[in-house]
């Protein structure tokens, strides 16, 4: 391969990997709540989750490239005002909001980013009393299945079993650090 051949390659990767990623606001987000739960789901990912072979279920994610779940506990330093912040920066992340609803006791909160009549991403915030859950999505899921999308998620034996792993090994690695610091 020749060096401009490998230049272009170079700089092709760089571009697909610019317009694949989540968003700035999701990983600032992620940064400043480092306790926060956090997902990643690619297209393959969710198939395999997809047990039943549910038609619905591949309806909903067949637009999807990625999706990031971001889950933050609320305390005293999530705040109302926080979440205004939060909305303003995916605005100003190039996001549009297109709807707000209320389903089951949490309010949904969908921005979409596109260009050319193409949806490049979608962030569905739903907010409830004790937590935030933020869908950070490269592609799209259709707007009135976005509460059947989380409902679907939420309920998921399969996605359940891996976060309650993962919280598992999150909360022993957290045990293990303060083991340690007592030794010191």
Do not use: C, W
Request: hydrophobic share 35%; no cysteine; net charge neutral.
């Amino acid at each position: 391969m020749s060096k401009l051949q490998s230049i272009f390659l170079f700089a092709s990767l760089l571009v697909v990997q610019t317009i694949f990623a989540q968003s700035k606001t999701t990983q600032d987000l992620h940064k400043t709540y480092p306790d926060a739960r956090s997902f990643f789901f690619y297209k393959n990912t969710l198939r395999m989750v997809n047990q039943t072979d549910s038609k619905e279920f591949d309806d909903l994610i067949k637009d999807i490239e990625k999706m990031k779940i971001l889950i933050i506990e609320k305390s005293e330093s999530f705040t109302t005002s926080n979440f205004k912040k939060l909305a303003t920066d995916y605005k100003q992340d190039g996001f549009e909001e297109i709807m707000t609803s209320r389903v089951e006791g949490r309010s949904f909160d969908i921005y979409l980013k596109e260009k050319n009549n193409k949806t490049l991403g979608t962030i569905v915030l739903v907010n409830d009393v004790d937590k935030l859950y933020v869908l950070d999505v490269v592609g799209s899921v259709p707007m009135q299945k976005i509460p059947e999308f989380f409902k679907q998620i939420n309920n998921s034996t399969e996605i359940q079993n891996v976060i309650k792993e993962i919280a598992k090994d999150k909360d022993a690695d957290k045990e293990k650090d303060k083991a340690k610091e007592k030794q010191d």
